[in-house]
């Protein structure tokens, strides 16, 4: 069962101070390094990890490979968006629109005891990743509802604060 995206709106003055913060940059070096690790993983040992299984093992081999490889260009697709708005090819209103959003997704359980736990862990650390980036993005939706009157930085108050209040949130330090 999907869960909708709640309809709060990602202004674009919140998502721009996030893309330029150094912990967008973080999470997009930690992402992107998970998606590559993944990449070469399938790509090669997890080819022959395949191999090696019997029949019913093997479909939840392909099938939790497909949905990890779906989760994983989600976590891309977003990761982009922030990168292409930081690097000025697209505009706040742009990368702020709902087509660039996250959705929960079906929490399917797929039994991993018969899988490779090598393809078991990159799983379980690209559903955290997924789960880690949804709650950024609902916090940077929430975040305009949630905003005191502006102080003089810009339509949304300080930036800066807001960084810091994410950071808090999601136990990183500054």
Request: hydrophobic fraction near 45%; aromatic fraction near 6%.
């Amino acid at each position: 069962m999907t869960h909708a995206t709640p309809s709060i709106a990602i202004t674009p003055s919140n998502v721009g101070a996030f893309a330029r913060s150094d912990l967008f940059t973080r999470l997009f070096d930690e992402g992107m390094a998970l998606v590559d690790e993944t990449a070469r993983y399938l790509d090669g040992d997890g080819r022959e990890d395949a191999r090696a299984l019997d029949r019913g093992p093997a479909l939840a081999y392909a099938t939790l490979s497909m949905r990890l490889t779906t989760k994983l260009m989600q976590i891309a697709s977003w990761l982009l968006v922030l990168r292409a708005l930081r690097e000025g090819k697209m505009s706040e209103d742009e990368a702020a629109a709902s087509k660039h959003r996250l959705q929960r997704t079906r929490a399917d359980v797929i039994d991993t005891a018969c899988l490779p736990a090598r393809l078991a862990d990159l799983n379980a650390r690209a559903t955290a990743t997924y789960d880690r980036l949804l709650r950024i993005d609902y916090a940077l939706a929430a975040q305009q509802e949630d905003a005191a009157p502006s102080n003089g930085d810009g339509p949304n108050g300080d930036a800066s604060a807001r960084i810091d209040a994410l950071r808090k949130a999601f136990g990183e330090s500054a």
